[in-house]
T-cell receptor, first 113, second 111 residues
Framework: NAGVTQTPKFQVLKTGQSMTLQCAQD?????MSWYRQDPGMGLRLIHY???????DQGEVPNGYNVSRSTTEDFPLRLLSAAPSQTSVYFC????????????FGSGTRLTVV | SQQGEEDPQALSIQEGENATMNCSYK?????LQWYRQNSGRGLVHLIL?????REKHSGRLRVTLDTSKKSSSLLITASRAADTASYFC???????????FGKGTLLTVNP
């Protein structure tokens, strides 16, 4: 199993550009989440999904959009990049059954200039 | 904010010593989880303790939970240089398993 795969690993954007961060998992997990990690701020939840077709906002959703058309994929879209969105982005997933922790991807380091 | 807070922010110890990190949170929870993050990597789940449990062990890890004080502690015994990492507590307080993370404790284990 590959686990949670995030692409790209690094990205530099100009202010105002848009892009999509990809996240895919092969564990048939229902729950998926996007976090951003900034120095001194810990991880903050951007958007999350409890299954295909169901998404909701987290703590810091402004400037981001998500969709969940399949169980496997949960892309994060930056609509118009701003320097404040410079961060490391993590995607995570877990199954609905049982009780366990989330499996995290290796992250996307995004710089907006 | 539901965010948990880890204490201390940074901890430096010698190999073989024990490391204790604390986490405080603000509201009722379903469970509390601890994660490790090596520099530049994703987070790795270490251990989960439910709200009705008081103590849990996994290898060299021991986690305690005091819901009356809204606090948890993570003890790593006989630390190794490979334990050098940031450690985060995360609280699960919703029915949708949303996690809220603290800011982390940076543990350095000196050989």
């Amino acid at each position: 199993n590959a686990g949670v795969t995030q692409t790209p690993k690094f990205q530099v954007l100009k202010t105002g550009q848009s892009m999509t961060l990809q996240c895919a998992q092969d564990m048939n997990h229902e729950y998926m989440s996007w976090y951003r990690q900034d120095p001194g701020m810990g991880l903050r939840l951007i958007h999350y999904s409890v299954g295909a077709g169901i998404t909701d906002q987290g703590e810091v959703p402004n400037g981001y959009n998500v969709s969940r058309s399949t169980t496997e994929d949960f892309p994060l879209r930056l609509l118009s990049a701003a320097p404040s969105q410079t961060s490391v982005y993590f995607c995570a997933s877990r199954g609905r059954q049982g009780l366990g922790g989330y499996t995290f991807g290796s992250g996307t380091r995004l710089t907006v200039v | 904010s539901q965010q948990g807070e880890e204490d201390p922010q940074a901890l430096s110890i010698q190999e073989g010593e024990n490391a204790t990190m604390n986490c405080s949170y603000k509201t009722s929870i379903n469970n509390l989880q601890w994660y490790r993050q090596n520099s530049g990597r994703g987070l790795v789940h270490l251990i989960l303790i439910r709200s009705n449990e008081r103590e849990k062990h996994s290898g060299r890890l021991r986690v305690t939970l005091d819901t009356s004080k809204k606090s948890s502690s993570l003890l790593i015994t006989a630390s190794r240089a490979a334990d050098t990492a940031s450690y985060f507590c995360a609280t699960d307080w919703s029915s949708n398993y949303k996690l809220t993370f603290g800011k982390g404790t940076l543990l350095t284990v000196n050989p």
